[in-house]
């Protein structure tokens, strides 16, 4: 896994070792960047379930203008914060905590992001519950979405209104949603 472009471009992320963690391919990864490419510079990004933290270090690598990652696995926080500092990057915080407890505490500073990435474990309900909260906290700016990653097979019935565009990579399906 790797930076794909920007000023980081190249750069290795080093992939959890974990098998839950299932980082974002490279291909997959390139084809959300082209979609939202527009979006990035100065944006306010979150990478939620960050997992490596690919997508946000992609953010940061495209001149986003800050970039939050949310993990509670100390493991890939703590290999996210070695890249981080290895790069000097400045503009990132990373948070340690389950997602509720982040997406909590940025309702509470009022927090707004104009990119949200949602790529949790599969197999969980989490995705919906994430949903629900982002968007009853009203975590995404008004032009704000949210990137979620998720097998073709989810049902996402209860966003349906919300989903902008869709597209399908092999099994894995990419939603973008806004208000």
């Keep these: ?81 070695k890249i981080i500092n290895k790069l000097k990057i400045e503009n990132a915080h990373v948070l340690c905590c389950d997602f509720y407890e982040g997406i909590k505490k940025f309702f509470t500073e009022k927090k707004q992001f104009d990119i949200i990435f949602l790529d949790p474990p599969y197999d969980t309900n989490l995705a919906e519950v994430a949903l629900q909260k982002i968007f009853k906290f009203d975590l995404l700016s008004n032009n704000g979405i949210v990137v979620w990653e998720h097998p073709t097979e989810t049902e996402s019935i209860k966003f349906k209104s919300k989903i902008k565009d869709s597209r399908i990579y092999g099994k894995i399906q990419i939603d973008i949603l806004s208000y």
Excluded: H, W
């Design 1 to 81: 896994m790797r930076i794909i472009s920007g000023k980081y471009r190249g750069t290795i992320i080093p992939s959890p070792k974990e098998e839950i963690v299932k980082p974002t391919l490279d291909r997959i990864k390139e084809n959300i960047f082209n979609i939202i490419q527009f979006k990035v510079q100065d944006a306010i990004c979150l990478d939620l379930f960050s997992g490596s933290g690919a997508l946000g270090l992609e953010c940061i690598s495209r001149n986003a203008k800050e970039t939050y990652f949310v993990d509670n696995n100390k493991q890939n926080i703590v290999a996210l914060n």
